[in-house]
Nanobody, 120 residues
Framework: VQLQASGGGLVQAGGSLRLSCAAS????????VGWFRRAPGKEREFVAR????????YYGDSVKGRFTISRASAQNTVYLQMNSLKPEDTAVYYC??????????????WGQGTQVTVSS
């Protein structure tokens, strides 16, 4: 499975962005997908995850109620809709495919990351 993350950019606080994680490989539907982020000088942080068929989702506390993860299986794509963005959401965002977990060690495949910058 190869993953391509896109959709990052520069946005003002309070704005919105939608990240996409496009996958190649016919077995993508066998994997849960997670989004993680890493801000400069900080540890990698779990953001959100969606199960193999999209029936279950889970969010990190810092994004709960503002971000929504969804899965378009026909398009082999997972989205992360980010609303009410804050400067502290600034980070490189990565999507990953693997087991349904908040622990990055359970993910086998990673995208290249997309930069999100939120200005105050």
């Amino acid at each position: 499975v190869q993953l391509q993350a896109s959709g990052g950019g520069l946005v003002q606080a309070g704005g919105s962005l939608r990240l996409s994680c496009a996958a190649s490989g016919r077995t993508f539907s066998n994997y849960a997908v997670g989004w993680f982020r890493r801000a400069p000088g900080k540890e990698r942080e779990f953001v959100a995850r969606v199960s193999q068929i999209g029936a279950s989702t889970y969010y990190g506390d810092s994004v709960k109620g503002r971000f929504t993860i969804s899965r378009a299986s026909a398009q082999n794509t997972v989205y992360l809709q980010m609303n009410s963005l804050k400067p502290e959401d600034t980070a490189v965002y990565y999507c990953a495919a693997g087991d349904y977990s908040s622990d990055p060690r359970y993910y086998d495949y990673w995208g290249q990351g997309t930069q999100v910058t939120v200005s105050s």
